[in-house]
């Protein structure tokens, strides 16, 4: 079965970094748009950033624009969100998602979903 398995969130402050790894099995991750997506307490999923097949396009919420790097390493099957200048406003729990049609920012387009990792970031 598919699965994607996030790691390296954690505890940072503010205006620290974090890289976050999504590795993807049970699928051929090189046919997958992927996503990144983020939920804190009491708010909605809200779309982070996507990235195409091949990596030559990517998507970027209007709030990580410039501080956060979407990639991915088809050998590897890992998608990863480099997270620079944290923001307490960024702390939530992130999910990668698998799309097979494309890097929208629409929860209800991706098909498959990880379980999340948390960061909190601290002032």
């Known amino acids: 079965q598919v699965q994607l398995v996030e790691s390296g969130g954690g505890s940072v402050q503010a205006g620290g970094s974090l890289r976050l790894s999504c590795a993807a099995s049970?699928?051929?991750?090189?046919?997958?748009?992927m996503g990144w997506f983020r939920q804190a307490p009491g708010k909605e999923r809200e779309f982070v950033a996507a990235?195409?097949?091949?990596?030559?396009?990517?998507n970027y919420a209007d709030s990580v624009k410039g501080r956060f790097t979407v990639s991915r390493d088809n050998a590897k099957n890992t998608v990863y969100l480099q997270m620079n200048s944290l923001k307490p406003e960024d702390a939530a729990n992130y999910y990668c998602?698998?799309?097979?049609?494309?890097?929208?920012?629409?929860?209800?387009?991706?098909?498959?979903w990880g379980q999340g990792t948390q960061v909190t970031v601290s002032s």
């Open positions: 998602a698998a799309d097979l049609e494309g890097t929208g920012s629409s929860s209800r387009n991706y098909d498959f």
């Open positions: 990235i195409a097949v091949s990596g030559g396009y990517t």
């Open positions: 049970g699928l051929t991750f090189s046919h997958y748009a």
